[in-house]
């Protein structure tokens, strides 16, 4: 089982917050990823970093930011959610060119 | 045209039935396949690696035809726990081999 931990796993908040939204891994694993997913629909990868202060956007443009100031942490950032970043948000480890390993995720709702 | 294609069933069989999904990509350079399952509002977890030769564990067996670019899972005597949805994934060269592209899933319903 691999060691990846997102936290909150659960969050309400109102219009308007800045909210972070925290991914830890203890594998040392220098390939991260933030994904986003609605219910029942398919994963949209919106950040990756393949290493320290390396970030990139990923596929589906989103309003969000992301940091890679050490191995362990890439915590995604929204300066002012909207109703419309409602969804169930997934990070994700890499080692080279192995498996992915995700978190069990963050879901979000913005009222 | 998406980098990796699946149908998105769903495929509803009974139990102990054998089902097949395949999945296509685009990107003839592709480095590395996998195939994950992923249950309702939970995260994707590995099934399965694809390797060129062709894979199995126990009632799943996977193969790569890198010349017709598909990826294919078998599933054989399925269990009602085999529900799930199963997410075809592919490592594409763009990006500096750095990004995992994931397909849309198929989803699958064993009933009794």
């Known amino acids: 089982e691999a060691d990846i931990y997102q936290t909150p796993r659960y969050l309400v908040i109102g219009t308007g917050k800045k909210i972070t939204l925290e991914c830890s891994q203890t594998?040392?694993?220098?390939?991260m990823y933030w994904y986003q997913q609605d219910p029942g629909m398919e994963l949209h990868l919106i950040h990756y970093?393949?290493?320290?202060?390396?970030?990139e956007k990923g596929d589906l443009s989103s309003e969000s930011t992301v940091s890679r100031i050490r191995t362990e942490h890439f915590p995604l950032t929204l300066e002012s959610a909207r109703p419309s970043h409602t969804s169930q948000y997934l990070c994700?480890?890499?080692?080279?060119?192995?498996?992915?390993?995700f978190g069990q995720g963050t879901r979000l709702t913005v009222v | 045209r998406k980098e990796v294609e699946q149908d998105p069933g769903p495929f509803n069989v009974p139990e102990g039935a054998t089902v097949a999904f395949n999945c296509t990509y685009s990107n003839s350079a592709s480095q590395s396949f996998f195939w994950y399952r992923q249950d309702c509002r939970k995260e994707p977890k590995l099934l399965m690696s694809v390797y060129s030769s062709g894979n199995e564990d126990g009632r799943f067996t996977a193969q790569l035809n890198r010349a017709s670019q598909y990826i294919s899972l078998l599933i054989r005597d399925s269990k009602l726990s085999d529900s799930a949805t199963y997410l075809c994934?592919?490592?594409?060269?763009?990006?500096?081999?750095?990004?995992?592209?994931f397909g849309t899933g198929t989803q699958l319903k064993v009933e009794l």
């Open positions: 970093s393949y290493g320290v202060n390396s970030t």
């Open positions: 594998m040392g694993h220098d390939k």
């Open positions: 994700a480890t890499r080692d080279g060119n192995t498996e992915a390993f």
């Open positions: 994934v592919v490592n594409p060269l763009t990006g500096g081999g750095n990004k995992l592209t």
